[in-house]
């Protein structure tokens, strides 16, 4: 089983797409992206330094196009490619590369929201000095009563080792002062606190620009940062991008939700290494690779080959997805009552819940229609993504 991953901000190093703009395609592709975020990407990704790239208003967008030009030169139809991918996912900002990627959004969606995410987000940081720092090692309860302590947020959980910790620099002064025991401290090269409190000026502006976003529903199983959960819907996915950009990432329990399907194969999009590292530490025995050049491509080629079962397609790629209701995680299914073959029911309803040693969740229908056949029974186990029932769509 495959799983594509893309990684967010903080990824990035000077020149790293100079070897992709050899390639005619990749370039022409990459200057169209640009021209619709309106930001010269091809510059930005060779020319510019460190220091330049490392601004928010570039780095976003200038991550999302990579992944997704690179997306289409690993797959000539990216459908294809995510039609055999079990899952997929973003780190932060790769959230917006996972989403264009699996059909959510089109290319040009992505970047204007990314654009627009970026600006706000480096505007949000210039109203106060915040940062991020990355809290390797420690007990995971005392790194977690650390930062709570210097009254900072834990806007990554990244897994085992690692959590970085983000609010104002006073804040993380004290923490460098008072550290956990048997942790590093590790001062993180951004320009705010990303994922906390001090991002919401950014969320209200994302927000409105969302009601005039159409959405389409994935076309794969795509985990969601807030709580690794497979969503469903593409306009709940969009939700979550603008209310992800002020909550903390869990990318921990993305981790864990690959797991739980037992992928056997992770693929990290350029600029790779970050997320294919943390995988190392926290996936044992899945064979990763991290895609950086195209002289790569064929053995990445070979890598979706060998993991991306052609036998296999995704129920949500081969069947419209609002025909099906899915499981968010993995557990034991439970019938809400009432909800039998012939009922009906409203988009957002309860049909049940999944239970695991971690928490229960709620399923809910994405869309209204009434209840055909229900593909499970109560007390079945049940993975990420799997088909719970099927509907027959409501008719406007």
Known sequence: MLAIVAPGQGAQTPGFLTPWLAEPAFADRLNWL??????????????????????????????????????????????????????????????????????????EQAMVFV?????????????????????VGGDQAEVLAAIEAAGLTPANNNGSGQIVAAGTVEQLADLQANPPAKARLIQLS??????????????????RLARAISTHDPRTRLLSNADGQVVQSGREYLARLVRQVANPVRWDLCLQAMADLGITGLLELPPAGTLTGIAKRNLKGVELFSLNTPDQLPAAREFVEKHGDTGFESPMATTPSWMLVVSPGKGEFTRASGVDADSAVTGGAVIGTVANIRDTIQVTSTHAGTVTEWLVEDGDPVSPGQPLLRLYPAQD
């Not at 030169?73 to 900002?93: C, E, I, K, N, Y």
């Not at 949000?124 to 915040?130: L, V, Y």
């Not at 951004?190 to 991002?199: E, K, R």
Request: glycine letters at 8%.
């Open 34 to 107: 640009g021209t619709v975020a309106g930001i010269d990407l091809a510059h930005y990704g060779t020319n510019a330094d460190a220091e330049t790239i490392r601004d928010t208003a570039i780095a976003q967008p200038l991550l999302v196009a990579a992944g997704l030009v690179t997306a289409l030169q690993l797959f000539p139809s990216p459908a294809d490619g995510f039609r055999r991918t079990a899952v997929a996912a973003g780190h932060s900002v790769g959230e917006i590369t996972a989403a264009a990627a699996t059909g959510v959004l089109s290319a």
């Open 115 to 135: 654009r627009e995410r970026g600006q706000q987000m480096a505007l949000a940081s210039a109203a106060r000095p915040t940062s991020m720092m990355a809290v």
């Open 190 to 207: 951004v320009a705010g606190a990303f994922h906390t409190v001090h991002m919401e000026p950014a969320v209200a502006h994302l927000e």
